[in-house]
């Protein structure tokens, strides 16, 4: 066993955003005790331990819970800031079209996953809902990448059987498209362990939006789905991100919203024609223009929103209303959505996220404490996988997946933090998580593993 001995910060047990105030942990002397498994077997004071021969000092730094991106794209890793001249569907197919295409080139898209896995090992995202490439090599690429370096990765390949002629490389026949998603599942799939219960990498179904696919490939989609979905695959892709994307979707399916589209109701007039793809491991990024029946419908079958207020910004999509989101009773965790997002540290999209939304208008505006912006980076994630038994906080049992914050290694962090008392923890947790960068991530574990 080993312990890691800190300023211990989390929030402990199941929390939902309601009460994560009320169940944030912070030890100033703290400890965690990881066992030979990964797992935790000890969080708390380290003055109850009895003596240690083996404990990491990290102090003055912070044990704090891996972050969880439950949005982010692989074939996008070089992308970011890329200028495309207009919104959402402008950027698509001026830069991200011909970029993903370049993974066509197999030593290519080994390189951008080498890349993707250590820039995400810098700055401390353990777990990662990933949006994927088209390109079979890849992807294979990716999950072998992730499998070496340790990380917890859940991917699917970007499918696109329609588009715009600068995603032709990008798209394939939908008889393709379902024949390679089905191999991914059965390549990739808890590929490390043959258990989803104990595995780091999991397979997903992952249309890039309804836009990229027609009433038959959904349809499609939803069969082979209901046949896998048991087995702890994932669902993934992007909803009402803009306001345009909107109204083509609506007009190119005759549907009377946009959600319908994914919840087998994409004949005309949302008719009835598929499956639904919505449940418990299904998580739709965006969500910024959802109707209020539409959030209904999220909640009620336990599909949740990856939130990704930096991308949302940097493309001008909006704003999603925060308080009208939650108070419907959706689960909504954070997603970096790199490369619309340029941000790959989660703490600097919760720095956006506390921004965008005390600015909405009066009577919507909120001021995110750091126990909720800790929550939404952590167990709103964890939830959102249906991983919240394994990860999520640093409790006992818990698999040990976690980052060492060293403020000293950050130009004046340390000196901001130290005008704060250090038993105020939702003070110092705030400024914690809205002023650090990517230097004061000074290791990394999945599961007692350092990566970093």
């Avoid at 312990?3 to 402990?12: A, E, F, I, K, Q």
């Avoid at 001008?316 to 909504?332: E, H, L």
């Avoid at 991983?387 to 060293?406: C, T």
Wanted: glycine share 10%; hydrophobic share 40%.
């Amino acid at each position: 066993m080993t312990v890691y001995r800190g300023h211990l910060v989390h929030l402990t047990g199941n929390p939902t955003l309601p009460d994560a105030p009320r169940h944030l942990v912070g030890v100033p002397d703290g400890a965690i005790v990881v066992d030979d498994a990964g797992r935790i077997s000890y969080s708390g004071d380290f003055s109850a331990l009895p003596p240690a021969a083996d404990v990491v000092d990290v102090r003055p730094g912070f044990l704090l819970p891996g972050f969880i991106d439950t949005h982010i794209h692989f074939p996008q890793t070089h992308c970011a800031n890329a200028f495309g001249g207009g919104q959402l569907l402008n950027w698509l197919e001026r830069c991200i079209f011909p970029a993903e295409s370049a993974l066509a080139d197999p030593l290519f898209a080994r390189k951008v996953a080498r890349d993707f896995c250590s820039r995400r090992i810098s700055v401390g995202t353990t777990t990662a809902l990933v949006f994927g490439s088209a390109f079979p090599d890849a992807q294979d690429a990716l999950f072998e990448e992730s499998l070496r370096a340790g990380l917890r990765t859940i991917s699917g390949r970007g499918i696109q059987t329609v588009g715009p002629d600068s995603a032709r490389l990008l798209t394939t026949s939908e008889r393709a498209a379902l024949e390679l998603v089905g191999s991914e599942i059965s390549r990739w799939h808890a590929a490390d362990t043959r258990d989803p219960e104990t595995a780091l990498l999991h397979a997903a179904v992952v249309p890039r939006f309804a836009l990229s696919v027609t009433r038959r490939t959904l349809a499609a989609l939803g069969e082979l789905y209901d046949g896998v979905r048991g087995s702890g695959v994932y669902f993934h892709t992007h909803v009402s991100e803009n306001v345009d994307e909107i109204a083509a979707v609506r007009a190119m399916y005759d549907v009377d919203s946009y959600l319908d589209t994914y919840d087998g109701r994409f004949g005309p007039g949302s008719s009835v024609q598929g499956r639904t793809l919505l449940g418990p491991r299904s998580v739709l990024a965006h969500a910024v223009h959802s109707t209020d029946d539409e959030l209904a419908r999220m909640a009620d079958t336990g599909t949740s929103i990856a939130h990704c207020p930096t991308s949302q910004l940097f493309l001008g999509s909006g704003t999603m209303p925060w308080r009208r989101t939650v108070s419907r009773g959706v689960n909504v965790a954070l997603g970096s959505d790199v490369a619309a997002g340029d941000e790959w540290l989660v703490p600097r999209v919760l720095n956006d996220c506390f921004k965008v939304h005390i600015s909405e208008p009066a009577g919507a505006a909120v001021s995110l404490n750091g126990a909720e912006l800790l929550y939404t980076a952590t167990i709103a994630g964890a939830r959102a996988l249906a991983l919240n038994d394994r990860i999520g906080n640093l409790d006992v049992g818990k698999e040990a997946d976690f980052v060492v914050i060293d403020p000293g290694q950050q130009e004046v962090l340390a000196e901001t933090l130290a005008r704060i008392d250090p038993v105020d923890t939702a003070a110092l947790l705030f400024t914690l998580l809205t002023g650090m960068r990517d230097a004061a991530v000074a290791s990394v574990f999945v599961r007692g593993r350092k990566l970093r």
